[in-house]
């Protein structure tokens, strides 16, 4: 089965504070890559990294980090020094590389994030 | 470049009532796909084209017509509008298989 499980809900945290959002996932290929895209409240959807499953380096992008873990399946995100702008829902998808599905996007069900001042 | 344009923005449909969802990219991308998102549901791809003239199924693509006649539009239809197909709809395009999918605004859909 292919599949992206995101079991936070919602996370609600106060300014400065650090989170990280958790991100499993399922398949069945060796070779598949991962993503997280940001959808604040004005409803589009913001790509924010893209991780191939033969590079399992960590990856920082200011105050963003993101941590893959093919041992475990994870990859998960964590804002440091979480500030208002930060709230959105936040989704972790896979695209699996087996049978032609062509870049096809299995998206988590999202993390909503509420930062509060 | 205007990137990755949805029409309409809204539309309130009744049961029975068929419409179609316009998405148009300036990108020259090969891929585009459609996606439906319902809440606590993420999003869910219903049809994608991987280049003019060619169209495949996602998940959910019971319900929907697509079609990519011409390289920068791909058109989602709903022959028959359900109030099951109440949903956000997102089109995406991308320049290739798993690369960065960008999105269009979104389009809001309510059938009654």
């Known amino acids: 089965a292919q599949k992206v499980t995101q079991a936070q809900t919602e996370i609600s945290v106060v300014e400065k504070e650090d989170v990280t959002l958790d991100c499993v996932y399922e398949?069945?290929?060796?070779?598949?890559?991962l993503f997280w895209y940001k959808q604040p409240p004005s409803g589009e959807l913001v790509f924010l990294i893209r991780?191939?499953?033969?590079?399992?380096q960590n990856e920082i992008s200011g105050r963003y980090s993101w941590n893959f873990q093919k041992s475990t399946s994870s990859f998960n995100f964590t804002i440091t020094a979480s500030q208002v702008v930060d709230s959105a829902v936040y989704f972790c998808?896979?695209?699996?590389?087996?049978?032609?599905?062509?870049?096809?996007?299995?998206f988590g069900k999202g993390t909503k994030l509420s930062v509060k001042p | 470049n205007a990137g990755v344009t949805q029409t309409p923005k809204f539309r309130v449909l009744k049961t029975g009532q068929s419409m179609t969802l316009l998405c148009a990219q300036d990108?020259?991308?090969?891929?585009m796909y459609w996606y439906r998102q319902d809440p606590g549901m993420g999003l869910r791809l219903i049809h994608y084209?991987?280049?003019?003239?060619?169209?495949a199924k996602g998940e959910v693509p019971d319900g929907y017509n697509v079609s990519r006649l011409k390289k920068q539009n791909f058109l989602l239809g709903l022959e028959s509008a359900a109030p099951s197909q109440t949903s956000v709809y997102f089109c995406?395009?991308?320049?290739?298989?798993?690369?960065?999918?960008?999105f269009g605004p979104g389009t809001r859909l309510t059938v009654l």
């Open positions: 995406a395009s991308s320049p290739a298989a798993y690369n960065e999918q960008f």
């Open positions: 991780r191939n499953s033969f590079d399992e």
């Open positions: 398949t069945r290929d060796t070779t598949y890559y």
């Open positions: 084209s991987v280049g003019e003239g060619t169209t």
């Open positions: 998808a896979l695209s699996p590389s087996y049978g032609g599905s062509q870049g096809n996007l299995i």
């Open positions: 990108m020259n991308h090969e891929y």
